[in-house]
């Protein structure tokens, strides 16, 4: 079976064939940078992520493509808002999305393009669309023709007569039809600005992702993804004003599903006790991801805390079964969450597994569309061997379970004793930490052989208010930090 992937062009699940054999081109549109991230933001990053990472296990070679909007209406209001200058309020909120995506895990893309950075490949993008028609210079504004481009509408499925107008630009009145867009922005006084052929001014936000896609990933390319509040007006008029110059532009366009709030879309000011800076202090990190990526990436995500908290519960239950498979193999350190990295075979050069280490299962249900909750069904399934397996003493079948558990989870980005989310290369603190608690834990051992109960007691307290939980098993006493 190949991978099949769910195209918003064409409505339908089909083939993905990429452009070049054994090679992938993906550009994401990432942060429009006024704001520092909530998890509806970073539900796009998790579910291109997972993509990233089955492209690479299907052995394609992916170029990864993820822009920054640094220069938009939203960016320059906060700023104004706040006093600062713009590029601070966009350097800083950029800073946070790097952080959210680093810190649930999310591979770095290959390049991460600035708009900023990239204004001569607009000029040269609006000249092209000028030159044939397609553009045209009004009241310091550059707008795109819509009637010009006979397919516009087609992405987002909207009839031409049924689209709202354009309204990037306040208070206009030079263009030609109400649903010209603008490809770049005249001067306002107290704005910032770049000198172009038609005049001062900075680039509308469309035009930014045809000029950067184009530019890092060809003038066709294989996958261009985004969140579906995208769709239109963004990717209807990235298609157009690109197809409109003559490119090929994306093959497969890829929608992920929102994060509602309360049957809303999550906005800045619903979202602000979800941003992921604040999560990620309340929830482990690895458990916002798995919380975040467990649904289809097409399906809306109702958020609420009992379903974050049934997510964690679920990963948990997943977790706990490879860290005791470890330790029962003698493979791991002993805890839950300074296990060590000990390879389990099966491991491909990126870090990811083989294909081949997958159980068949698994590889259908990711090759159909990235169905994530059937795929998790499996690894759910072979976490409830595994535990028969360790309950009846069958290290050979739980070692085996382990691995195959461990390989899936690499693909999901969740493996709980690889990178990031085991901490042994963190300069070797997790090695001391786990020799400080074993003294601790010797000397209760030995208070215990003494009959000195309250020794003992004081001592796991004392563990319990450093963070650190203690459950004694018939293999000894064992420890992870409270969740
Ligand atoms: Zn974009």
């Known amino acids: 079976m190949t991978l099949r992937l769910h195209d918003t062009a064409t409505r339908t699940?089909?083939?993905?064939?990429?452009?070049?054999?054994?090679?992938?081109g993906l550009y994401l549109c990432g942060a429009t940078v006024q704001a520092p991230p909530h998890i509806g933001h970073i539900r796009s990053g998790v579910s291109f992520d997972i993509l990233v990472r089955w492209l690479k296990v299907s052995g394609l070679e992916v170029t990864f493509c993820r822009?920054?909007?640094?220069?938009?209406?939203k960016i320059l209001r906060t700023a104004d808002a706040e006093g600062s200058p713009?590029?601070?309020?966009?350097?800083?909120?950029?800073?946070?999305?790097?952080?959210?995506?680093?810190?649930?895990?999310?591979?770095?893309?290959d390049v991460e393009p600035r708009a900023t950075g990239h204004v001569p490949e607009m000029i040269a993008l609006i000249r092209r669309l000028i030159d044939s028609g397609h553009g045209y210079a009004a009241g310091g504004n550059v707008y795109f023709d819509v009637s010009s481009y006979d397919r516009y509408g087609a992405l987002s499925g909207q009839r031409p007569e049924h689209m709202r107008a354009a309204d990037d630009i306040e208070g206009e009145s030079a263009k030609r039809d109400p649903r010209d867009f603008a490809l770049w922005k005249g001067h306002k006084p107290g704005d910032p600005y770049w000198d172009t052929p038609w005049g001062p001014g900075r680039p509308g936000w469309h035009l930014e992702c045809s000029a950067m896609a184009t530019k890092y990933l060809?003038?066709?390319?294989?996958?261009?993804?985004?969140?579906?509040?995208?769709?239109?007006?963004?990717?209807?008029?990235?298609?157009?004003?690109?197809?409109?110059?003559?490119?090929g532009f994306a093959r497969y366009w890829l929608h992920n599903g929102l994060v509602n709030l309360g049957g809303e879309k999550m906005s800045k000011s619903l979202?602000?006790?979800?941003?992921?800076?604040?999560?990620?202090?309340e929830v482990r990190p690895v458990e916002l991801r798995y919380y975040l990526g467990q649904a289809h990436y097409r399906s809306g995500i109702e958020y609420s805390p009992e379903a974050l908290a049934e997510a964690a519960a679920a990963y948990r239950r997943i977790e706990g079964f490879v860290v005791r498979a470890s330790e029962a193999a003698g493979t791991g350190t002993g805890t839950g969450r300074a296990g060590g990295t000990g390879g389990t075979g099966g491991m491909g050069g990126t870090g990811l597994p083989l294909a081949s280490s997958l159980p068949a299962a698994f590889v259908a249900a990711l090759d159909d569309d990235l169905a994530v909750p059937q795929a998790l069904a499996v690894v759910h399934e072979v976490v409830t061997e595994g535990n028969t397996a360790l309950a009846a003493g069958d290290q050979a079948g739980a070692d085996k379970q382990a691995e195959s558990v461990r390989a899936m989870?690499?693909?999901?980005?969740?493996?709980?004793?690889?990178?990031p989310w085991a901490t042994a290369g963190d300069s070797g603190l997790s090695e001391v930490v786990e020799a400080l608690v074993r003294v601790a834990l010797d000397q209760r051992q030995a208070?215990?052989?003494?009959?000195?109960?309250?020794?003992?007691?004081?001592?796991?307290?004392?563990?319990?208010?450093?963070?650190?939980?203690?459950?004694?098993?018939?293999?000894?006493?064992?420890?992870?930090l409270a969740r």
């Open 218 to 247: 060809g003038p066709t390319f294989d996958i261009h993804g985004g969140g579906l509040d995208l769709v239109f007006p963004h990717h209807e008029n990235e298609v157009a004003q690109s197809r409109a110059a003559g490119d």
């Open 67 to 73: 822009n920054v909007t640094d220069i938009d209406d």
């Open 86 to 109: 713009w590029w601070a309020v966009a350097e800083r909120n950029q800073r946070a999305f790097t952080r959210a995506y680093d810190v649930l895990g999310c591979l770095p893309p």
């Open 409 to 419: 989870l690499g693909v999901l980005g969740l493996d709980p004793l690889a990178a």
């Open 13 to 24: 699940v089909r083939d993905f064939l990429p452009l070049t054999p054994g090679k992938a």
């Open 271 to 281: 979202g602000n006790s979800l941003l992921v800076d604040a999560m990620v202090t």
């Open 447 to 480: 208070a215990r052989a003494r009959k000195d109960y309250r020794a003992a007691d004081a001592i796991r307290d004392q563990l319990h208010a450093a963070g650190i939980v203690v459950e004694d098993t018939p293999a000894g006493p064992r420890w992870e």
